[in-house]
């Protein structure tokens, strides 16, 4: 294939973009539309695709999925990060990332992008299936899906090898966000304030809240509330109360808090039924935003032969806070 992904900048240069701007909007949007989020590990930390193996997978994953589900492509988007989210500004880069559930778990497929064997172009690490899954970002963003949407429209494809169904069983390790591998944290945060796994506490809490709600509403179905019942017996490792900070050079770094004593707090408003949904209610507020507050979904349309990509390195998904909905125009 002579195609590869296209960065945000580019894409919105070229009008290929459509911006959604609320919740509200993105409901109507996708109402006669289909939206895809393609899920991926970055090859480079510049880039995330630089033989553009992953691109020609996603081509042959689209087609297979249009073809199997007699999907209209005319009226199909994706969200793919590179594409989909800014790329040369930090700051609005960083403040998407409170909208990362939003954006998968408003798709209606899933797709996971994984490369059969293929050495990362900076470590030399080797990247596949395997260490598609120990990315933190790969594993939040497949909880988010799983945990709106549920698994039965999510699936797994190796360099253009055909679509497998993804299982509760396979998604397992994405419940441990915080145990996964982070690209700032292997280059000791150099130049950041913060650690992405600090901008993960809030979808990630916010996605507990939703489980905690439904499940105390006996609306929980039981996949879910398995999902519901690893957290609580893993809290430590769910949520970690705090984390090591890397430093550059390989220098020990500091410890800070990420939940801290939250989950007590939870369990004590639990108690009082009451209390527990006027907390509820102010967290999703808090943590989900108002729906003309925070962005929701990046996607872009495709045509036959082509998929178009958002750049951002699969370790920062960011968007601002009163951010936009772009969804790519068909190119």
């Known amino acids: 294939s002579s195609g590869r992904m296209v960065k945000h900048e580019d894409a919105r240069t070229k009008h290929c973009l459509i911006t959604v701007d609320t919740m509200e909007e993105l409901k109507g949007f996708k109402k006669g539309n ?116 549920g698994v039965e429209n999510m699936y797994l494809t190796t360099d253009g090898g055909g679509l497998e169904p ?11 966000i915080f145990s996964g591998r982070l690209t700032c944290c292997a280059r000791g945060h150099e130049g950041m304030e913060q650690c992405d796994k600090e901008y993960l506490v809030t979808p990630v809490l916010g996605l507990y809240c939703e489980l905690l709600a439904a499940d105390k509403a006996r609306s929980l179905p039981s996949e879910k509330k398995e999902v519901l019942d690893f957290m609580k017996e893993n809290e430590e490792e769910v949520f970690p109360p705090t984390f090591e900070f890397s430093t550059p050079g390989g220098k020990r770094g500091h410890e800070r808090e990420l939940f801290g004593d ?63 909905i772009d969804v790519q125009e068909q190119v």
């Open 34 to 149: 289909t939206l895809i989020f393609f899920s991926h590990q970055w090859l480079a930390w510049s880039e995330p695709d630089p033989q553009c193996i992953q691109y020609d997978a996603m081509v042959s994953a689209l087609k297979e999925l249009s073809e199997a589900k007699k999907l209209n492509l005319s009226s199909t988007y994706i969200w793919l990060d590179y594409t989909s989210i800014p790329q040369r500004h930090r700051g609005l880069q960083r403040l998407s990332i409170n909208s990362l559930t939003n954006y998968s778990g408003a798709c209606d497929y899933f797709i996971i992008v994984a490369p059969g064997q293929i050495t990362h172009a900076d470590t030399g690490l080797l990247c596949d299936r395997g260490s598609y899954q120990e990315r933190a970002w790969c594993r939040a963003e497949q909880l988010a899906h799983g945990c709106r949407k």
């Open 262 to 324: 939250i989950l007590t707090l939870l369990e004590e408003l639990d108690l009082k039924s009451e209390d527990f949904d006027k907390y509820t209610l102010d967290q999703k507020k808090k943590i989900k935003s108002t729906d003309s507050e925070r962005a929701s979904c990046v996607t872009s349309p495709v045509s036959d032969s082509s998929v178009e990509a958002n750049d951002h390195s699969h370790d920062h998904h960011h968007c601002p806070q009163d951010a936009r």
């Open 166 to 176: 993804v299982t509760w069983d396979w998604i397992k390790p994405s419940f441990k």
